[in-house]
Nanobody
């Protein structure tokens, strides 16, 4: 079984920074794409950024230039560096990862979600 655990959320003033972490553990052969999503109350969950195994990245336009996604494959961890935070960034941030648990079936990947970490941007 695979678990994803997010950390690093909290309360920050507008213009401040936070660094989120997503650590994967369990039966893992390879972690493919890792993603950060967010969901504000009453709104749909939206993709913020993702990163492939070989450091291909995507960042949503709404956070481009402010957020940076990265990963450390040796630690099975993804990060989201959030700078110049705005009140509109307030949401629960969720980690998602596509993971192949079995090397003999490397092509079989499952989708996993963390429970989320709260980010609140407020003065």
């Amino acid at each position: 079984q695979v678990q994803l655990v997010e950390s690093g959320g909290g309360l920050v003033q507008p213009g401040g920074s936070l660094r989120l972490s997503c650590a994967a553990s369990g039966t893992i052969y390879k972690i493919d794409t890792m993603s950060w999503y967010r969901q504000a109350p009453g709104m749909q969950r939206e993709l913020v950024a993702n990163i492939g195994y070989s450091d291909y990245t995507y960042v949503a336009d709404v956070v481009k230039g402010r957020f940076t996604i990265s990963r450390d494959n040796a630690k099975n961890t993804a990060y989201l560096q959030m700078n110049s935070l705005k009140t509109e960034d307030t949401a629960v941030y969720y980690c998602n990862a596509r993971i192949a648990p079995d090397g003999s079936k490397w092509w079989v990947e499952n989708d996993y979600w963390g429970r989320g970490t709260q980010v609140t941007v407020s003065s």
